[in-house]
């Protein structure tokens, strides 16, 4: 006996979990509905759509056969219903049967189910800001939005844009509003940060001057008061620090899981608000099955819940119920939280947790940050990656790594090697002897990777007592009246410039001269060790180890400072 | 007390357990020989110095601070003692201690230990073919000798050139003569196809017609027999099969591990003549340490040992060697099998078996073959790439994965991203939901190394039964004789042209017709149904499922049969 699948939701995992199903199960009866007019795009195209990457909106909805996905296409390819303009308005569990409403006609009707899936999505959060309904101001919600958008840019009405919100949507965006509209393009969130809760501070601020080196403007610490409006129209944002002038704003501040009919149903919802499922993505009610930006997923980095609203996410757990809609048991287990942007010519990535977030879940963690070239270092066209892994004390569990590199797969290849591990809860150890593949065009025989945990586990015994670029920046700043002394240990030529400037605060002695010159060192201040990225330094900090010195060791060294914007 | 701590051997694995040794236990007197006058070389970017993107030999020998990692510089900035053009003659056990003589003076000297390291590396195996005396015939076994064939290369005095072993050396030398230098080069493998033993036939295909592409021939299944000589000087290579003329030979056919001294000394040899060495790398005489290309390891995939001569494993146990030898017990647990090479404008890599290696190990396996853009489809400039993953029947184990990709990191980003779990034995479950980092310039929502492991999974469990292009072809080849009717499911543009050409046993009935078509197809027939990538095939093959006929898909399609070579 076929059994009667209902599916609300087309975007991603509502189409996926469908096709799997009816593979498995062709007697299957599935119809699909979705609100919009259009279904199954990659939302997470958006922005390059927007910056002409993507030159028509029907690229995000067209597989790589160049076939449109609409409901016809769905109905002959794959073999089951579409109906779009099509909302649900109500769950009956107890007769199993879905009250919806044809969006154009208004005509009401009921579909029975055996089997229910929710794949209603997220919606973007519309911050209650004087002004927020001014013509000008967008969301990114779906592809008509887009459209719109692109609509404005193209017409060579957006000579400024302000986006909200400085997390990966809001940054995609300005990206792509600057990059090839040329529109002078400022970004200003709350946080002190951009891409706040992703990654560390360090690393953000890294991300930040590129931006900035591409033209974006970045205001963290910063609140949107009011929007300035003329005509109905958007013409600025106010914040608590000044007035920047818009022709169009960009609200990314987040999103907010559509489980309102599922809360309305009785079903189960957790604390992010998120519809709550078990591993094999069942709600309360195991005929209703949940997956994508509408639920919340147990995180297998920290334990507990996480809220993971990802297209890649919803694609994989729409093909596990699929499997099970079909009867075939498969589970999704959770989600280690990995995240990658591209900004310009940069790519920020990460999985698992930043320091800042392991502290706020109760871990006694550190970070350790390296700065290494991609490929062997005495191979040409090497790009620098600067990278961080976040480790627990004790354990010496492996939290999360992050990392800024070049606008290519470099770091996606680092990160990657990570985020498969992080659920078999790695240590130090376990990834200091990852297997990474090596030859010189493509890594380096200790690769980045593996000296992060190299240097983590150092860290962690107390062999390197590091400082990170604040803490380095906080004993410079104050170097005339602290009892600091800076010992720069790279060769004559980068170190004695910095002597010539900075007086008795600098002191410049190359590692080989080291051991003959170790009276030079006063026994009774603190001993900032610095080089280029931070490894002779530790060397210099090892043979210092018997001296009975004062010295803590510069991470990543005077590159990560210069990464970060500071020149000596 | 200082413990005195000897190291034979220092191109990688020396000098990195005597430089972590060193920074644990300062107080430890630590002398490194080798018996060449230059150490410490990164002898993996060999091919990189003779094709000319590392200028100088000297960059092979220098930190990425450009010093020259000599005797001098491991004294000075590193803090222990190297004696160069000394050789080991004899290990005294009993005594603990080593007799070394100075090659160049003829002097012998008793050197004493508390600790011993074997680092004594391999030696490439020299073929007895008659011949292979002659001057310009080569092994890649040292520095000194890229410097000899760089000198014939930029002297112009190699127009052509033969390599004998289509192994990673082999090819990666073919194209450093070929690239720059313009050496038309021939390689010559006695196994029946290039990089044998570390990828599949289908994988090593694709990568042999890129190298033709470039215009390197590449014979496989056959073997030279005799070397011409003129005057003392190679003129050319006489195979089973031609005669190759060649002003230059390079002979690449495999390494042999340098364990006579440890033989002699009584140390226990494994199978493949490797010293045996236990998790924290001691040799049977716990005062002794071996590591690197003198040891084998224990396969974390096969179980048992394996013999894995690379320079980034001998850096890892390098460093565990040095901590052990400080009283910091670590170990190094095995080797899951990675390998890297680029090949011109493609890059090969592999991570645990291939299907041949399982089964030769006694594995039930079958392989999955998948062909994906790197990036999001809808994403411009991405690339194609083709990768075959090995499963356990039964379990649903993965054994490994392996491909052929562009000349960037996206391969290695793939390959990576499995190396790390292998240990844990994932199962292709673990796999399908592996939380690669996805954004559109990177990555698909579903990666490619997401769609194998489901692929794979398909395969096992008998909804996917797949051909590749060897049982593709023999049904081809065979068509006039044979049943088989080939069903292209690919729009009329692609499979009428075929149909044309092939006449009744080429029928193109795209996806979307075929529900509504299903009469066409014979019940008495084996359908092969065919597309572009093996996925619309795959989805015809489960619309078929109920209708009873006969089906087999051919993996990767057409774009797979491109790739080897085969055009329809």
């Known amino acids: ?129 004087p002004g927020v309904e001014a013509d000008g101001i967008f969301t990114i919600s779906d592809i008509h939005k887009a459209v719109a958008i692109k609509e404005r840019l193209s017409q060579g009405r957006v000579g400024r844009a302000v986006v909200l919100g400085g997390g990966a949507i809001g940054l995609e965006m300005a990206e792509a509003m600057a990059d090839l509209w040329g529109a002078e393009t400022t970004v200003v969130e709350m946080m002190d940060q951009i891409l706040p809760r992703l990654i560390d501070k360090n690393i953000a601020l890294m991300a930040q001057r590129h931006l900035e080196e591409k033209g974006v403007a970045a205001y963290t610490s910063e609140r949107a008061t009011s929007f300035c409006v003329e005509d109905g129209k958007v013409t600025g944002v106010k914040t608590d620090k000044r007035t920047i002038a818009a022709d169009l704003v960009i609200l990314a501040v987040g999103v907010r899981p559509n489980s309102g009919l599922a809360r309305e149903a009785g079903l189960a919802i957790g604390s992010f608000g998120g519809i709550v499922v078990n591993r094999r993505m069942q709600t309360s ?46 589970t999704f287990d959770g989600v280690v939280g990995s995240f990658i942007i591209k900004l310009f010519d940069n790519c920020v990535s990460k999985t698992g947790l930043s320091l800042e977030a392991a502290k706020s879940l109760g871990f006694d963690a550190l970070a350790a940050f390296v700065v290494q070239a991609d490929k062997a270092h005495f191979y040409p066209d090497s790009s620098m990656l600067y990278m961080q892994m976040v480790v627990e004390k004790g354990t010496q569990r492996v939290l999360g790594v992050q990392g800024i590199g070049p606008n290519n797969s470099s770091l996606l290849a680092r990160i990657g090697a990570v985020a498969g591990i992080l659920k078999y809860r790695p240590t130090v150890q376990d990834i200091a002897n990852l297997e990474f593949p090596y030859a010189p065009p493509f890594a380096a025989a200790m690769d980045i990777i593996n000296v992060l945990a190299n240097t983590a586990q150092n860290i962690l015994e107390g062999r390197n007592r590091v400082i990170n670029q604040d803490e380095f920046m906080e004993r410079f700043t104050n170097r005339g009246a602290s009892n600091t002394l800076f010992v720069d240990v790279r060769a004559a030529a980068q170190g004695e410039p910095l002597m010539a400037k900075y007086g008795p605060h600098w002191l410049n002695i190359p590692n080989n001269e080291l051991r003959q010159r170790l009276d030079e060192l006063p026994a009774d201040r603190e001993i900032v060790l610095v080089c280029n990225a931070g490894s002779r330094s530790y060397d210099a900090m090892c043979m210092l180890q018997s001296s009975s010195k004062n010295t803590v060791n510069l991470q990543g060294g005077i590159g990560g400072l210069k990464r970060v914007g500071i020149i000596l």
Chains 1, 2 share one sequence.
């Open 285 to 330: 009610d195991p005929n209703i099955y949940a997956g994508g930006d509408c639920v919340e997923m147990p995180d297998l980095v920290a334990g507990g819940s996480t809220y993971a609203p990802m297209g890649s996410l919803a694609n994989r757990q729409g093909r596990v119920i699929g499997s099970n809609l079909a009867g075939k048991p498969e």
């Open 1 to 129: 006996m076929s059994q009667k699948i209902l599916i609300i939701g087309g975007v991603a995992l509502g189409p996926k979990a469908a096709s799997r199903a009816i593979r498995l199960d062709p007697t299957a009866e599935i119809t699909l509905i979705d609100q919009d007019s259009v279904i199954s795009y990659g939302g997470c195209g958006i922005p390059y759509y927007v910056c002409g990457d993507v030159a028509e909106a029907e690229g995000l909805r067209s597989t790589s056969f160049h076939s449109l996905r609409d409901a016809d296409y769905f109905a002959r390819e794959k073999g089951f219903a579409v109906r779009t303009g099509t909302r649900a308005l109500k769950i009956d569990r107890q007769k199993k049967q879905v009250l919806i409403k044809d969006v154009n006609s208004g005509r009401e009707e009921i579909l029975p189910y055996d089997k229910l899936v929710l794949a209603t999505g997220s919606s973007p959060f519309t911050p209650p800001i």
